[in-house]
């Protein structure tokens, strides 16, 4: 299957030379992957990130998004096909939920009526019933209900891939599981591509296909989780994964022992 | 309350005054607008041109009201006597125009100021949110920043429209009806109904529409439509309100001019009522500051007013010679028609100059009736002047002539000094026609030598009316009618409260034949 997205020796750098923020980058994701991007803040993945929808371009290097190369394409026209949520959710404080949900379809002309369903249609799919949610402003939401209308508004006008920056990382954690297992959900059963920026190991292991592990502008593994659980030669990749092995450990462990006595 | 004579009389010119200032205040406030959102939108992402634009608009602010409306009547006239010349149009450049534009530059800088601040202030990561979304820079301006910065930037339409309103007051002197005619009259005739009254309606008004503003800022914040289309409707109440007498009533005839003080007022309503004698339509200019009169009857934007040869010997053809009285007015009368086409209706008959005086009791024990008599006595006297006349020439020269050497000499507020006089001082600067004069038993001193400048009330006539018959038939029975006893009379009861309009009635009966 030909890559939907494809870095190819991409490199960032921000001033004049002074910070490198991406240094000679080339992974590809093929279709309907889940791929987490994991590392430590300043590693260079919100870059990595930016780069799919030219929020960011590169210093070098190409990307390509469905084989083309972005620098081609229009960015707005760009941006308007790719699904994005924010790490701070980001919806319209002046906006009612329908209408942040309905932004990028309207953005495309798509007329009332038509939007409309649509954003109910969405409401529906993240579990807030429109009667009761069309029209309130996301000011009477909790964090979790937001960031539901955060995913249905990167849903909205039907593109097959979706970035996310970091979209749970403020919830609390009963909130943060219910609402992750929940997207991964939807992002098999609409068929998605979803590259995902996470700084939580144990996350990404449980949710993704595959793991980009970026250290110091570098992919320093790019494999599945069992690939990565399963240990490999290169040290940083092995601390990273070294914390959600001992807790599985103690964690199965415990239930054991639970179990025996 | 509507029985006291002065508070009729306000409520009586409420309609014209009210209507005229939300007139000038809301265009001029339209104007603001229309100029300074799309600038302060267009400099928002040009950190340059942001920086320029605020520094400009806090420069206009620090400009005092009063002066920046005068600035623009000089300055509109050379505009107006360009396009005349080389366009072959000219528009007036009293009253509306300059008020407007100085109101509508007034206006900019809390608007600009809310504007960009508003959008700045808006959280970076909705703006990444709107770029993430796909929306141009365009879109996410118009749909996001802008609706988010509302509240800052109604914040700031408020804050100018209240200053507009206020300073819209100041609109009068440079010939602009505004609720200010009440303060400066009132000022000017001790009406201190007048005074407050004019206070009071501009302060309601301004917070009238302020509420209105803050309705329709709320009801759009919170996305209904009830108190958004209250508050347009109620504005539109108010314009409606304003527009009615302008609209219904006939604005036509002579315009008769007056400049700030009470005498000035008396005048102008003694010509008013004169022409209306004669059946025709007149109606008044009032507080107009002294070189704004000229230049506008000089530009035909007013018709008649009073002036005092000496103001136009010094001011306007910048003489600093003395002339005996005589020859005064008739050089000035010469000058004014040669350079100016102003015709020159005639001399009332008394003169408004400049004097020293003294109690009468005291001048009388003493034996002092001029100057010279004066100056055997001043070593043993106090004089008192006002702040103007201790610096003018004129002080200079006397002292000078008549080797005038006071024991001691005082600056003090006029309205002291006449009170003073006989008791904490013994001589005093005084007006020649000034009512005080009267009312605390003064004498004014003979000046033999003829060194004060001469400052005749000469009736003056536009370059267009010079030749209007109709018009100086109606006035030249004024000529020489008003000796300056009646002219003090008359300004002690208009210093007194009497409104001028009765003053003139009183003083057309009482006109030399």
Redesign the interface.
């Known amino acids: 299957m030909p890559p939907v997205i494809a870095f190819e020796n991409v490199s960032k750098v921000y001033g004049a030379g002074a910070t490198t923020a991406l240094d000679d980058v080339s992974i590809e994701i093929v279709p309907r992957a889940f791929v987490a991007i994991v590392g430590q803040s300043g590693s260079g993945k919100s870059t990595l990130l930016g780069m799919i929808?030219r929020?960011i371009d590169p210093s070098a290097g190409i990307v390509r998004f469905e084989g083309e190369d972005v620098r081609d394409l229009d960015p707005?026209?760009l941006?308007?096909r790719i699904g994005?949520v924010?790490?701070?959710i980001?919806?319209?404080?002046?906006l009612t939920l329908a209408e942040n949900i309905a932004?990028?379809p309207r953005?495309?002309g798509w007329d009332e009526a038509r939007r409309s369903t649509r954003a109910d249609e969405l409401l529906d799919l993240v579990q807030l019933p429109p009667a009761d949610y069309r029209d309130r402003l996301p000011s009477e939401l909790s964090g979790g209900q937001r960031q539901r209308v955060g995913v249905a508004?990167a849903l909205a006008a039907e593109p097959h891939v979706i970035l996310m920056d970091e979209p749970f990382g403020a919830l609390d954690l009963r909130t943060r599981d219910s609402l992750s297992r929940d997207y991964r959900k939807l992002h098999d059963t609409l068929n998605l591509t979803t590259v995902m920026i996470t700084h939580d190991v144990i996350e990404a292991v449980l949710l993704a296909d595959r793991i980009a592990v970026i250290h110091e502008g570098r992919i320093a593994a790019y494999d599945t989780p069992q690939g990565l659980m399963a240990g490999t030669d290169n040290p940083d990749v092995s601390a990273l994964m070294d914390m959600p092995r001992r807790q599985a450990e103690r964690l199965t462990s415990l239930m054991r022992n639970g179990n025996g006595s | 309350m509507f029985r006291d004579p002065a508070i009729a009389d306000a409520w009586s010119r409420l309609p014209d005054y009210l209507g005229q200032h939300v007139l000038v205040s809301l265009t001029a406030l339209a104007l603001g607008l229309a100029i300074s959102l799309p600038l302060s939108l267009y400099a928002v992402r040009r950190p340059h041109l942001r920086t320029v634009l605020l520094a400009a608009a806090s420069i206009v602010q620090t400009i005092p009201g009063l002066a920046l409306l005068a600035l623009f009547y000089p300055l509109l006239l050379g505009i107006a006597s360009l396009t005349a010349e080389y366009l072959g149009f000219d528009f007036s450049a009293l009253g509306f125009l300059p008020s407007v534009l100085a109101l509508a530059l007034y206006s900019m800088l809390p608007v600009i100021r809310n504007t960009i601040t508003g959008i700045e202030g808006i959280d970076p990561?909705?703006r990444?949110?709107?770029?993430?979304?796909?929306?141009?820079e365009r879109?996410s301006l118009f749909m996001?920043e802008l609706?988010?910065a509302m509240p800052v930037i109604m914040a700031g339409v408020r804050t100018a429209a209240v200053w507009v309103i206020g300073t819209a007051t100041l609109a009068t002197p440079i010939g602009q009806t505004s609720l200010g005619n009440y303060i400066f009259s009132g000022l000017q005739t001790q009406n201190w109904v007048f005074v407050l009254f004019g206070c009071a309606a501009a302060a309601l008004l301004a917070l009238a529409v302020d509420l209105l503003l803050a309705l329709i800022e709320r009801g759009a914040a919170r996305r209904r439509r009830l108190p958004v289309a209250a508050g347009l409707a109620g504005l539109a109440v108010v314009v409606a309100l304003a527009l009615w007498p302008s609209l219904t009533a006939q604005r036509s005839g002579y315009i008769i001019g007056a400049k700030t003080f009470s005498e000035q007022y008396v005048l102008a309503a003694l010509i008013a009522q004169r022409l209306e004698a004669h059946g025709l339509n007149a109606s008044r200019r009032e507080g107009l500051g002294s070189s704004i009169v000229f230049d506008a009857l000089a530009a035909n934007e007013i018709d008649a007013y009073v002036d005092y040869t000496g103001t136009i010997w010094a001011n306007a053809m910048k003489r600093t010679d003395i002339r005996p009285r005589a020859q005064t007015l008739a050089d000035v009368a010469a000058w004014l028609k040669s350079e100016r086409g102003v015709a020159v209706a005639g001399a009332l008959g008394f003169e408004n100059a400049y004097a020293l005086a003294m109690k009468r009791s005291e001048a009388e024990r003493l034996g002092i009736s001029s100057l010279a008599d004066l100056a055997r006595h001043a070593p043993q006297l106090t004089i008192a002047g006002d702040y103007e006349f201790l610096s003018r020439p004129e002080w200079a020269a006397i002292r000078e002539a008549y080797g005038l050497n006071f024991r001691a000499q005082r600056a003090m507020q006029a309205e002291f000094m006449y009170p003073a006089a006989g008791n904490e001082v013994d001589v005093i600067s005084a007006y020649t026609s000034d009512g005080r004069i009267a009312q605390f038993d003064l004498v004014v001193l003979d000046d033999p030598k003829g060194v004060m400048p001469p400052y005749d009330a000469v009736l003056l006539i536009s370059p267009g009316r010079a030749n209007d018959s109709a018009l100086l038939a109606a006035l030249k029975p004024l000529a020489g009618a008003i000796d300056v006893t009646l002219m003090r009379q008359a300004n002690l009861r208009a210093s007194q409260g009497e409104p001028p309009e009765r003053v003139a009635q009183w003083m057309a009966a009482r006109l030399k034949k």
């Open positions: 929808n929020l707005i026209a941006r308007r994005y924010f790490q701070n980001g919806l319209f404080p002046h932004i990028t953005l495309l508004r | 990561s909705l990444r949110a709107a770029q993430g979304v796909g929306m141009t879109q996001v609706p988010l």
